[in-house]
Protein backbone atom coordinates (compact mmCIF):
# COMPACT_ATOMS: atom_id res chain seq x y z
CA UNK A 1 0.00 0.00 0.00
CA UNK A 2 2.64 2.22 0.84
CA UNK A 3 6.15 2.20 -0.35
CA UNK A 4 9.03 4.09 1.13
CA UNK A 5 12.91 4.89 -0.10
CA UNK A 6 15.14 6.32 2.44
CA UNK A 7 18.83 7.45 0.94
CA UNK A 8 21.30 9.82 1.88
CA UNK A 9 23.33 7.68 4.68
CA UNK A 10 26.68 7.09 4.25
CA UNK A 11 30.10 7.47 6.52
CA UNK A 12 30.93 10.27 8.12
CA UNK A 13 33.31 11.82 11.00
CA UNK A 14 32.14 12.38 14.82
CA UNK A 15 31.08 16.38 14.70
CA UNK A 16 30.01 16.05 11.49
CA UNK A 17 26.85 16.51 9.27
CA UNK A 18 24.41 14.41 7.39
CA UNK A 19 20.94 15.38 4.81
CA UNK A 20 18.42 12.10 4.91
CA UNK A 21 15.97 11.58 2.47
CA UNK A 22 12.13 9.87 2.71
CA UNK A 23 10.37 9.25 -0.44
CA UNK A 24 6.77 8.11 -0.10
CA UNK A 25 4.55 6.81 -2.30
CA UNK A 26 1.51 4.43 -2.70
CA UNK A 27 -1.90 4.98 -0.55
CA UNK A 28 -0.39 8.18 1.33
CA UNK A 29 -3.63 10.56 1.48
CA UNK A 30 -4.39 9.44 5.12
CA UNK A 31 -1.21 9.69 6.60
CA UNK A 32 -0.66 13.05 8.64
CA UNK A 33 2.50 12.69 10.38
CA UNK A 34 5.97 10.87 9.59
CA UNK A 35 9.09 9.75 11.40
CA UNK A 36 12.60 9.35 11.04
CA UNK A 37 13.42 6.04 13.34
CA UNK A 38 16.93 4.16 13.68
CA UNK A 39 17.87 1.12 14.54
CA UNK A 40 21.74 0.04 15.80
CA UNK A 41 22.75 -3.63 16.42
CA UNK A 42 22.18 -5.04 19.13
CA UNK A 43 19.39 -2.16 19.82
CA UNK A 44 15.65 -1.47 19.97
CA UNK A 45 14.27 0.34 16.96
CA UNK A 46 13.81 3.98 18.34
CA UNK A 47 12.18 6.99 17.61
CA UNK A 48 14.39 9.87 16.36
CA UNK A 49 11.75 12.87 15.36
CA UNK A 50 8.79 12.84 13.81
CA UNK A 51 6.45 16.01 12.04
CA UNK A 52 2.72 16.44 11.31
CA UNK A 53 1.22 17.85 8.17
CA UNK A 54 0.55 20.76 10.16
CA UNK A 55 4.15 21.17 10.87
CA UNK A 56 4.17 20.01 14.63
CA UNK A 57 7.77 18.18 15.64
CA UNK A 58 8.98 16.63 18.46
CA UNK A 59 12.42 15.20 19.30
CA UNK A 60 13.60 12.74 22.14
CA UNK A 61 16.48 14.34 23.91
CA UNK A 62 19.38 12.33 22.88
CA UNK A 63 18.88 14.22 19.13
CA UNK A 64 17.18 17.37 20.25
CA UNK A 65 19.17 20.55 19.29
CA UNK A 66 21.37 18.22 16.87
CA UNK A 67 18.44 17.03 14.51
CA UNK A 68 16.08 18.54 12.52
CA UNK A 69 13.32 16.75 10.72
CA UNK A 70 11.38 18.55 7.79
CA UNK A 71 9.01 17.78 4.88
CA UNK A 72 7.51 19.03 1.75
CA UNK A 73 3.94 17.64 1.13
CA UNK A 74 3.90 18.22 -2.69
CA UNK A 75 7.14 15.77 -3.03
CA UNK A 76 5.82 13.26 -0.29
CA UNK A 77 9.48 13.43 1.07
CA UNK A 78 10.18 13.82 4.36
CA UNK A 79 13.94 15.03 5.37
CA UNK A 80 16.38 14.81 8.29
CA UNK A 81 19.06 17.34 8.70
CA UNK A 82 21.98 15.79 11.21
CA UNK A 83 24.38 17.73 12.74
CA UNK A 84 26.66 17.18 15.29
CA UNK A 85 27.14 13.57 14.51
CA UNK A 86 28.24 11.20 17.74
CA UNK A 87 29.51 7.39 17.65
CA UNK A 88 26.29 6.64 19.43
CA UNK A 89 24.57 7.99 16.30
CA UNK A 90 25.49 5.47 14.19
CA UNK A 91 22.69 3.10 12.74
CA UNK A 92 20.23 1.96 9.64
CA UNK A 93 17.87 5.10 9.53
CA UNK A 94 14.44 4.39 8.66
CA UNK A 95 11.15 6.97 7.61
CA UNK A 96 7.72 5.70 8.39
CA UNK A 97 4.69 7.42 9.27
CA UNK A 98 3.85 8.35 12.74
CA UNK A 99 4.25 5.17 15.20
CA UNK A 100 3.36 4.11 18.68
CA UNK A 101 5.60 2.93 20.54
CA UNK A 102 4.23 -0.91 20.39
CA UNK A 103 4.02 -0.33 15.94
CA UNK A 104 7.66 0.74 15.79
CA UNK A 105 8.61 -2.42 17.56
CA UNK A 106 6.10 -5.03 16.18
CA UNK A 107 6.92 -7.21 13.50
CA UNK A 108 4.50 -6.92 11.58
CA UNK A 109 4.91 -2.79 10.84
CA UNK A 110 6.06 -2.31 7.45
CA UNK A 111 9.41 -0.74 6.95
CA UNK A 112 11.73 0.07 4.02
CA UNK A 113 15.17 -1.13 3.31
CA UNK A 114 16.46 2.15 5.58
CA UNK A 115 19.97 3.87 5.11
CA UNK A 116 23.17 3.15 6.98
CA UNK A 117 25.11 6.16 9.18
CA UNK A 118 28.23 5.00 10.26
CA UNK A 119 29.94 7.91 12.70
CA UNK A 120 33.49 7.21 13.20
CA UNK A 121 35.47 8.31 16.26
Known amino acids: QVQLVESGGGLVQAGGSLRLSCAAS????????MGWYRQAPGKQRELVAV???????QYPDSVKGRFTISGDNTKNTVYLQMNSLKPEDTAVYYC???????????????WGQGTQVTVSS
Open 51 to 57: ISRSGYI
Open 26 to 33: GNIFRING
Open 96 to 110: NRALGRSDILSPTTY
